[in-house]
Every structure is written in structure tokens, then in C-alpha cells.
């Protein structure tokens, strides 16, 4: 029989999605419940005066109108956040749900009215009258880290909120012994994750209990960090995570609104539903990317790399959630991306900013670093007048190095880099279009294409390496797995992991099936509810399948175990020789002596003989698996486009990936990931970005401004694999969810600057929006930032979200 | 607020009414009075397309017709659109096609798709993802769910 696992099984999820039966957190109605508005700040910064609830409370249906101070005793601690490096301070200011004092950006929430329907809610938010004083803004990062800077935060008497570095070898020596070194300025823009289904959140009082219905991805997370804002007993909160309409790490958090829901429900004794708007989720749900990097890239003639020095500066925003401060650094293992070096050198600093706070968003911190290094070696291979894949191919980790130690003290698992690029050439004719691409030039179609050959960090991930003993997240991140075999033969997973969208119900039950020796038709995967199952980590970071599916496959196998040594005792055999295969436990040897799982489980429930006295009743579970090291996968995608000169719009015409994830669970699954992270990634580099003004102002407020790709802007994809198995995991698989978020960024701009080299474009930063690359093509600014000012058009030059300089219509 | 007027709507295929208030939104008469859930909102501002019913046998955006404008209509919503056979044609090749991960934009999907088949019934590939821009995706990056309106309209055009 063919194993169930490698099989394009349709999703088990489906069905219910396909008929308008799922059950999102905002299509739950309970008894009475009221409804939630928030009042928001329209400053950016601002002393709060007053706060006139009167005309709302008076609203007939309006049960509550709450400020922060009124609401001060329900919350024994503010918003948490995670991150304590060892040796390292970090400023990290109060964050209460509703802010008392003052508001430090646009959306910090001030207030909330509960009423009985959301309607009346919405209206008697807009009766509550707020007084502000305004002061002095800051949103350009860099300016503020210069003296006399607005402060975000006086109490720290700067916007610096910390510094962290990571390095190998003498980088000073490195760039020293380069015959060529070259510089860029990296900047990547500040984005909004934007699933489709807005945040929500419901509280639900039960007597001494409370229940949060939340669109989490970290339920668990969540429900150990609530209940400690809300001083109550962890077990006495049961958190939820329904069918959840996408994440993107949007959802990878524990927010304010969740504090607030469940806080409301305790005083009111009712449950309390929020739902955001699409403006609060672009205002308040945290923003990702937002960085600048200055690399330093040094080579010898031949192209061989000495060394590479990073400064990043991180703008966080306003406050600091759950893990603000280190999604900057989450991509330091892959710094170096899949290339030899004699030194790297890294350095951090992050910044306040009078704007909401940055924290993952799909790719965290590797979509940066993957962006940076890709692009610098294309302009390391122009400087040296080399093809930019004999330059990757030159410092390429050979296949055979691996497990590859970095000079990050990094252990990159597994890796054929050669490999996967061979395979992208043979699915891309790249000499066939560099021919085309002349012919039509002369016909003044201007195309390009762009490389990236990337390796990403998953598995998230080893305790001892991210842990308090290792950079010192106060976490750990092994994942869990139950398998209940029932009498009958069918079978239930529990994972700790939270799907939303990834199709983990299929591809676990695919794994589950396997070393079950049943269909997974008849494996149920449940999930996201902490009052059942065991505890765990959650969906983020590409970590599911090679953490949450591991922990699948080791309790499934704890239950084959016990499932043989039932067997033997039925069959009267040694355990020893009872082996499963085609589905059936077999004396290995006599196939005609065997029991089906079914008839296995209903012995284990109910034995119609007397059983071994070791062998407990029942037939379940339990696995909790912590990772030696992380996974590291890898590929190389290509993307060609063409750019309208007359217009400076661009066009993604064709896009060919190959991707390396190991052994493929359910290579249908696979390339549904590819594609989407591709286009979150297209949509970063040509049309997304979230843009605040001088004055602190969010600009892109709406998907009117803001603007995500639709099936007009994009391709079909070309994808194909290599499968190099991890040798961490006994699957072999190594995550897939970021990949296309990961490598595509940068093959899009490689392919725009391509398109534009008979222009002498050397640079341009995202997003490639038609007037940036008309003014680039026309000379006006480089594309770098450092130009004359582009009227019309904000955010050139800083990290995409907002003005960098006074000569850019900056704040003074 | 303004005193409530009666609504009589056909909601597949079923007679309703009610007394709603004139500002009541068609998707939140669905959604929370009816309850017809498999409606979405991802959106204030007509972009997303999660909401997309059919007024009358053409696709609305729910989110910006009043439920009084639905007065004497016909709605057809994802719940009504499998039949005694079984699937609609686009429901069963979006589940073939992988044409959904989080599912949350999917009932809205298609029904934008099915009033694009009954509007052109063998469109080319980007006659599809013209005619689907007014509903976003974040999760698939639309590859599969052209490719489930193509079939879906493969299907039909061959039965």
C-alpha cells in the first residue's frame, strides 16, 4: 500500500469552507452578548485632558463606557513582552489595553463602549469626547536617534530601545583583504500583514471561568499571558481559536482587545464581542518589516566573499508586544544567506517611533536579511562584471559541507544550493532569454529578470538555542501531539499547534494514518482550544509540520508500539515479529495472521481475552518534541517582469521557484504556500506599503490605500522541487510556510533593476510603484532615496514609513 | 434611529421578512439575523469581496447594499448554492484545485466566480483573474483559484 504521506490529499477542511459552514471567531453568537467599540486616538502623541463619557452613557443600549483609568484594577500587568536578552537592556514602556496619560500613536485605543448591538456601539464611541494635547511627533527612525529628537518616551531619555549584535571572525580583516567592497543602503518598508479576516475577540463569563474566543494563532500563549494581565488562575481561562481566516503573524500575538473582551465579561458578567474594522487592523493589528540596513560587502577579484558587516536599524513603533524588539534579529541565523564568509558582523538598534509597533509579520526578519544579501551580491557582481549566479555559485556552501557550521556559530542542517539553482535553469532557460530580452529592447520592451537563492531558519525551534538559556526569549518552543485511538478504530490528534489555513488537518492526518495504519479519512486533527489536548506553541515561523507534525509522528508511533504488543497478545506472537504493513498488524512472515487497527483498538477498550498486565486499557498518546537545532530550508526562484517606461509600472510576467522543504508531506499543500508567499511578496516589492505622514498620520488606513494584489497583477507560477531530508526531524521536512515571502522580494527588484540597466539604474527601493521607477528611468533620484524630493509620493528614503529629511518634506 | 421597515426577501429560495433598520447593512441582516455566516466582512471599504452574494442572480458586495434595497429580491448566498445533487460545479473544483487555505474569502470567491461563469461561461485565464479583482486573497496567491474557475467552467461547458 502507498503510504498516505507524499499524497496530494484533498484537505479535510474543505468541506466546511467550500459551503459557508466554517466557524470564524465573528460568526459566534452567544446568550446576550453585547458588543464592543473602541475609542481611538486621532494624535499621534498626545497629553489625554479629558475624557467627556457623559452623551455616550446616556445613549439608550449603551451598558458601559470604560477609559483606561477607569478600567486601571482590572489589569494586574500590561501587554507582555517576551524577549530578555542576556546582557542586554531593553526600554520597554507600560502597555496597558486602554492608555492612561497619554497616546503614543494614531489607534491607541482610550476608551471602549459596550452596548448591545454593534451599531449602537460604533455610534456612542463617536459621542465619547476626548481631550488631547498634542506633542512634538516622531516617525522617521533615523531622525530619531539624532539629538533633540522628539521622544517617544521621555522616562528613557532617548528613542534608542536597545542595541544587540552577533558576529564571527574579524570583520575589519575581511573587508580589508576584499580587492572590491561595496555599500548599500537596504531599506524594507513597513507592511501590514492583512489576512482577509479582520481580528475578533469574544469573552464569555462562566461562573468562576472565563472562555476568549480569539482569532489567535497562539492560543495557549495567549491563555498563559491573559490570565496573568488578568490575575486569575491559568486554568480558569479557556482560550479558543475557531476556525482562524488567515494570520500571516498578524495574529501571532496577544493584543490588547483580548485583555480587554475578557476584562469586560468579569464586570459584566455577559459576554462581550469585538470585531475589528478593516481601518482598525491597518491602524492597530502590528506592522511588520520596517528596517534599514547598511551592508558592507567585501570580495576578492575572483568574486570569492571576505566579509559582510550589517547595521540595521529597526523602527518598533510606540510600544513593545509580544516580541517587537527581536523580529529585527530573527534573521541573524541566515544572515550570510547560502554563502561562505571569513567574518560577519551584525549590529542592531531599534527605535521608538510615534507609529504602531512592528512585530512578525510572514518571513520575520529573514524576508530582511534574504532581501539585503541578495541584492548587495547582484551589485557585488556588477561591480566585478561577473553573472550573478557564477558569483552565487562561486560561494556557494558545497552539498557536501553540510551540516555546515556559520560563522554565526549557526549549524545549517542540510543544503544542496547547487542543486536547487541547477534545477531553476533547467525550468528557466536563462541564456534563451537573455536573447529575447535583447530582441525586445529593440522593440522597447523592457524586461528583466532576478534571482534569489535563499535559505531561511524554521523549526522554530531548539528551547536551549532561543530560550532563557540561549538569545533569551522567555519561552521554549517544543511542540506537542495526543493521539486518541477510539474503540472503534478511528482516531483523534491533538495538536498544540493553531492552523489557519495551512491544511495541517490533512497532512497531520496524513502522518497520523500512516503509523496508525488507517485512512486518514478516519483521523480527526483538533486543535486550538486549550481545554483540549496537550499545551503548545502555536502556528508561526514555517514550525507546524517540522516541530508540531514531528510530535505527530512520534506519539502516532508510541501508539503503533502499543498497538503491536496488543496484537502479539492476540496473536499469541513475540512483539518483537509483529510488523504493520498494507495497513494490517502481521506476523512478519505469516501475513495471514494479522489485526486491523480496528479490531486492535476495541481490545484495547474492551479485551475479549485476558491481556499482558503491563498493557494499561486504552489506546493513546502523548508526545512532547523539542527540536536538536533548527531546519534550514532553501531554494532558488527566478521572476522576470517587464516595466512600462512610459509609465514606470511593472509587470510580473512569468515567475519560476524551485523550493527544497525535504520530503514532501502533501506536495499539493506545498505549492499552495509557495504561490501565496510569493505574492505577499510580490505585493511588498510593487504595491504595499503602510505610510504615516509627518505629523504621524496613517496614511494607507483602508485597502483603498493600501493596496494588495488581485488576481489581475500576478501570473500562474512555475514551481518545482529538490527534497534534500532535514536530519533533524524523523520526517525530514524542514517548513514551507514563508519560503515564497522569503526569496521573492528580492528576485522581484533584481528583476526590475535588470529590466532598467540600459537606464543605469543601480538601485531602487520598494516599492517599485510607477513613479518611483518613471523617476528612476528619467533620473529623477536614483531610486536610492537620496534624490531630489518625489512630490506626491511618501516615504522615499526612510524605511518606507515616512519622511527621512527635511529635503523630503520631512518633520524638522 | 429611524423606525424600521419591512423587508420581504427571498433567501435562497426561501421567503423571509423582517423589520430592520433602514442604515442595517444586507450582510449583517444575514449574518446576524438570519444567520447565514458563511457571508464575510474583511473590509469597509468594498475592496475585499468576502461579502459577494447574488442580488437578483448577479454578485453584489453585501457590505454595500442596504438590506431595505434587498426588498422584493432575490439573495442567493454560499449556503444556497449546493443543490440536491450535491456541490456546485465551482464548490467541488475549488476543493479539487486547492483553491482555499484560511477559507475566509473562499464563499465570496465563489460567488463572484459563478455570477463570472454565468456572465462568460468559457473564459480564457485572464478573462478569470480580470474578473475576479474585486476579491482579494491573501493565502493562495489566486495560481489555485483560477485554476478552479477554469475547471469549474471546464465542467460545465462540457455537461
Not at chain 1, 534579529?329 to 507609529?355: Q, S, W
Not at chain 1, 521607477?773 to 512630490?791: D, E, K, M, R, T
Not at chain 2, 475566509?104 to 461563469?117: S, V
Amino acid at each position: 500500500m502507498t503510504p498516505y504521506v507524499g499524497q496530494a490529499i484533498r484537505r479535510k477542511e474543505d468541506p466546511r469552507m467550500i459551503s459557508g459552514r466554517a466557524n470564524y471567531t465573528d460568526d459566534i453568537s452567544l446568550p446576550g452578548m453585547l458588543h464592543a467599540a473602541i475609542v481611538r486616538s486621532p494624535e499621534a502623541h498626545a497629553a489625554i485632558v479629558s475624557i467627556d463619557k457623559s452623551a455616550a452613557e446616556q445613549r439608550s443600549g449603551v451598558v458601559a463606557v470604560l477609559t483606561g483609568e477607569d478600567m486601571a484594577p482590572d489589569f494586574a500587568s500590561g501587554l507582555p513582552m517576551a524577549w530578555d536578552p542576556p546582557g542586554v537592556d531593553i526600554n520597554v514602556p507600560d502597555h496597558w489595553p486602554l492608555k492612561r496619560g497619554e497616546v503614543k500613536h494614531v489607534g491607541d485605543p482610550v476608551a471602549v463602549v459596550v452596548a448591545v448591538d454593534r451599531y449602537l456601539a460604533v455610534d456612542a464611541a463617536e459621542d465619547v469626547i476626548v481631550e488631547y494635547d498634542p506633542k512634538p511627533v516622531v516617525v522617521d527612525p533615523e531622525a530619531a536617534l539624532e539629538d533633540g529628537a522628539p521622544l517617544v518616551w521621555e522616562q528613557f531619555g532617548t528613542n534608542k530601545t536597545h542595541e544587540w549584535a552577533v558576529g564571527g571572525g574579524d570583520v575589519a580583516a575581511a573587508l580589508e583583504a576584499a580587492d572590491v567592497v561595496v555599500e548599500q543602503r537596504v531599506p524594507n518598508h513597513r507592511t501590514s500583514g492583512a489576512p482577509i479576516e479582520p481580528r475578533a475577540a469574544i469573552g464569555e463569563p462562566r461562573a468562576e471561568s472565563l472562555t476568549l474566543y480569539s482569532t489567535t494563532q497562539i492560543p495557549h500563549i495567549a491563555r498563559l499571558l491573559l490570565a496573568g494581565m488578568l490575575d486569575m488562575p491559568e486554568d480558569k481561562l479557556r482560550v479558543i481559536a475557531p476556525d482562524v481566516g488567515g494570520g500571516f503573524g498578524a495574529k501571532l500575538q496577544v493584543y490588547g482587545e483580548e485583555a480587554l473582551v475578557l476584562a469586560l465579561a468579569r464586570r459584566l458578567g455577559r459576554a462581550v464581542k469585538w470585531t475589528e474594522s478593516r481601518s482598525e487592523h491597518m491602524t492597530t493589528s502590528h506592522h511588520g518589516r520596517d528596517q534599514i540596513a547598511y551592508v558592507t560587502l567585501g570580495a576578492k577579484r575572483d568574486g570569492t566573499l571576505t566579509g559582510l558587516k550589517v547595521r540595521i536599524v529597526a523602527d518598533l513603533g510606540a510600544y513593545m508586544q509580544l516580541l517587537t524588539p527581536f523580529i529585527p534579529e530573527l534573521g541573524f541565523p541566515v544572515m550570510g544567506g547560502c554563502y561562505r564568509f571569513d567574518a560577519i558582523d551584525v549590529h542592531f538598534t531599534g527605535v521608538f517611533t510615534n507609529k504602531m509597533c512592528t512585530d512578525a509579520i510572514r518571513g520575520a526578519g529573514r524576508p530582511e536579511a534574504t532581501y539585503w544579501i541578495e541584492l548587495t551580491m547582484d551589485k557585488l557582481a556588477r561591480e566585478l562584471d561577473m553573472d550573478p549566479l557564477e558569483l552565487r555559485r562561486r560561494n556557494f556552501i558545497p552539498k557536501e559541507e553540510f551540516p555546515f557550521e556559520t560563522k554565526l556559530g549557526i549549524v545549517y542542517d542540510s543544503g544542496d544550493y547547487h542543486g536547487s539553482l541547477d534545477r531553476l535553469l533547467e525550468n528557466f532557460d536563462i541564456e534563451g532569454f537573455r536573447r529575447e530580452q535583447a530582441e525586445l529592447r529593440e522593440k522597447g520592451i523592457h524586461r528583466g529578470v532576478g534571482f534569489s537563492t535563499w535559505v531561511e531558519v524554521c523549526g522554530l525551534a531548539p528551547s536551549r538555542a532561543v530560550g532563557p538559556q540561549g538569545v533569551g526569549l522567555q519561552a521554549a518552543f517544543w511542540e506537542s501531539a495526543m493521539v486518541r485511538v477510539h474503540p472503534s478504530g478511528s482516531a483523534t490528534v491533538y495538536t498544540g499547534t493553531s492552523p489557519h489555513g495551512q491544511g495541517l488537518d490533512t497532512s497531520f492526518a496524513q502522518i497520523a494514518a500512516d503509523r496508525l495504519g488507517i485512512d486518514p479519512e478516519n483521523v480527526d486533527v483538533l486543535h486550538g482550544d486549550t481545554d483540549q489536548g496537550p499545551w503548545g506553541w502555536g502556528t508561526y515561523g514555517s514550525r507546524s509540520l517540522s516541530v508540531g507534525g514531528e510530535a505527530v509522528a512520534k506519539a502516532a508511533e508510541k501508539v503503533q508500539a502499543k498497538a503491536k504488543r496488543i496484537c502479539a497478545a492476540l496473536l499469541e506472537a513475540s512483539p518483537d515479529d509483529i510488523e504493520l504493513a498494507d495497513g494490517r498488524f502481521q506476523v512478519r512472515g505469516s501475513p495471514d495472521k494479522a489485526k486491523t487497527m480496528a479490531e486492535i483498538a476495541f481490545a484495547a477498550h474492551v479485551p475479549p481475552q485476558e491481556l499482558p498486565a503491563e498493557i494499561e486499557p486504552g489506546l493513546e498518546e502523548n508526545s512532547f518534541y523539542d527540536p536538536e537545532n533548527f531546519v534550514f530550508p532553501f531554494g532558488a526562484h527566478a521572476c522576470i517582469v517587464d516595466v512600462d517606461v512610459e509609465t514606470g509600472k511593472v509587470q510580473v510576467v512569468r515567475y519560476v521557484a524551485v523550493d527544497d522543504c525535504g520530503p514532501a508531506i502533501n506536495p499539493m499543500l506545498i505549492d499552495g504556500q509557495v504561490h501565496g508567499g510569493i505574492v505577499h511578496a510580490i505585493g511588498q516589492a510593487l504595491y504595499e506599503q503602510i505610510v504615516y505622514d509627518e505629523d504621524g498620520q496613517l496614511v494607507t488606513g483602508t485597502f483603498v490605500d493600501y493596496a494588495l494584489p488581485t488576481a489581475a497583477e500576478v501570473p500562474s507560477f512555475e514551481t518545482d522541487r529538490t527534497e534534500t531530508p532535514s536530519p533533524v526531524n524523523s520526517l525530514g521536512v524542514k517548513g514551507i510556510g514563508e519560503a515564497g515571502t522569503i526569496a521573492a522580494t528580492p528576485a522581484v527588484t533584481a528583476a526590475v533593476i535588470d529590466a532598467l540597466q540600459p537606464f543605469g539604474v543601480e538601485w531602487l527601493d520598494m516599492p517599485h510603484t510607477p513613479m518611483r521607477v518613471w523617476n528612476a528611468i528619467h533620473g529623477h533620484g536614483h531610486g536610492n532615496g537620496h534624490g531630489p524630493p518625489s512630490l506626491g509620493e511618501h516615504g522615499m528614503g526612510s524605511a518606507g514609513s515616512g519622511p527621512s529629511s527635511p529635503d523630503e518634506g520631512g518633520a524638522p | 434611529m429611524s423606525s424600521a421597515v419591512s423587508v420581504h426577501v427571498s433567501v435562497n429560495g426561501e421567503a423571509r421578512e423582517a423589520e430592520v433598520d433602514p442604515r442595517l447593512l444586507l450582510v449583517h441582516w444575514l449574518r446576524d439575523e438570519l444567520g447565514l455566516t458563511g457571508t464575510h466582512v474583511g473590509c469597509d471599504t468594498t475592496n475585499c469581496g468576502a461579502c459577494t452574494v447574488h442580488l437578483n442572480g448577479e454578485s453584489v458586495k453585501s457590505c454595500t447594499v442596504l438590506a431595505v434595497q434587498a426588498d422584493g429580491a432575490e439573495v442567493t448566498t454560499i449556503e444556497g448554492m449546493s443543490g440536491p445533487d450535491g456541490l456546485h460545479p465551482l464548490q467541488a473544483a475549488f476543493r479539487e484545485k486547492h483553491g482555499l487555505q484560511c477559507g475566509f474569502c473562499t464563499p465570496g470567491m465563489i460567488m463572484a466566480a459563478a455570477d463570472l461563469l454565468n456572465r462568460n461561461p468559457d473564459p480564457t485565464e485572464e478573462e478569470v483573474r480580470h474578473g475576479l479583482e474585486g476579491n482579494l486573497c491573501r493565502c493562495t496567491g489566486y495560481h489555485n483559484i483560477v485554476q478552479a474557475v477554469l475547471t469549474a467552467a471546464e465542467s460545465e461547458v462540457r455537461a
